[in-house]
């Protein structure tokens, strides 16, 4: 299965066989974030029905026969990863990335632990908070929250997005659901027992940066320090006090402009880089895509010797099933 990510404001999804750059075919979910959920199900006329190679992560898109694998994610070996979309009466909905990336490993822990959960058909990031335009904004928002409502859900649960999350968590108002951050998820889960983590999965030196809008506008701040505790033997902070932590450099979409901010990116944050060496770890952990985006590009640009991971996807591969 390839996602291409927003071809004109929206994420197609391919078969696994095909190329993503063949788009004149009709892909099987075609979301359109300016449209109505109503508007953004799964396409009934999809010629692509059909059940593929039991040993690779699947995904089951409801109202047809399909089951498409995800040939570039293997999750844990011969790992079967079922995503329900659409849901009413799920217990908690998850809003993810437009890429596998931010979906398989979330399914991998949302069926290990057991959870009654929905695949959002929006992707998480509101592109109309980014470009500092509140009637969009509130139009992103509120297809959220609408389909939220729809599907009559306990809990929403926003990926690795800081953007994401602070919009959903501090502008959607009262509602009937609570907002949690996929970190404070997996958190709750090693509490009540509902997923066991492998510790020497994770046997170098890890340290973690913690993402503005969700730790300090958020205030994410001790459940990923209490998953980090069931991933590894060897956890180093980056600074004393959390709060106070260095930002990355690429935060508000400065990463998402590429090589035009590349320089001033780079030197604004070499304070970050040198902060990361002087831990001596070996894996970086973030839960935030323009944090992994940022530090992945300081990596390479001051050879920090890191590995740069999601703390959902370490989370994944450690999974004890």
Partial sequence: MYLVPFIEHRLLVYPANLQPAVRELEPIIQVNPLLPASQCLPNPNSLWKARFWKDDLHLHVPGTVADFRFPQFTVTNKSIANIPVDVEGADLLYVALAGAHSIIPAAAVFNAAGENWTLSFFEAVNFGAFVGDPTK???????????????????????ECGTAFRIMKQMSGSQPFEVSSITDVHERYIREGRIKLDKS????????HDPCQIARNGGVIDSPRYVLQHLTVDYRELSKDPRYNWCCGGGGGLVAMGDDTHDFRMKSAKVKSD??????????????????A???????????????????????????H
């Fill in 137 to 159: 904004t509130k139009l992103i928002l509120n297809r959220i929250v609408d389909e939220a409502n729809r599907l009559k859900v306990k809990e929403v649960c926003i990926c």
């Fill in 201 to 208: 999965k994770w046997n170098l030196p890890v340290t973690y």
């Fill in 275 to 292: 902060q990361v060496k002087e831990t001596g770890a070996k894996i970086l952990a973030t839960a935030c895509e323009n944090c992994h």
């Fill in 294 to 320: 940022q530090l992945s590009d300081l990596n390479k640009h001051y050879g920090m010797d890191v590995e740069v991971k999601f703390l959902s996807s370490m989370v994944a591969d450690a999974l004890v």
